[in-house]
């Protein structure tokens, strides 16, 4: 069973762009093992609160001009 994990900043993304994800990743997976995975596949989108992941060393919070627009 294919499957694949994102993880993205809390309210980075809308429902839409998260649907488009799941169904372009399985379309990708689709590609690369057949038609036949589709049904098999795994595609989970998480979210990390804002302050619950970092790079180079500091805490990160998405801006808010890079919020999802409802």
Do not use: W
């Not at 809390?10 to 038609?35: N, P, W």
Request: glycine residues 8%; without cysteine.
């Amino acid at each position: 069973m294919p499957f694949a994990n994102f993880k993205t900043p809390e309210g980075a993304l809308s429902k839409a762009q998260k649907a488009e994800i799941v169904h372009r990743t399985t379309a990708m997976f689709a590609e690369y093992f057949g038609d036949g995975v589709r049904p098999h596949t795994m595609v989970l989108i998480e979210e990390v609160e804002d302050g619950g992941y970092g790079r180079a060393d500091e805490v990160y919070e998405i801006p808010e001009a890079y919020r999802a627009k409802p």
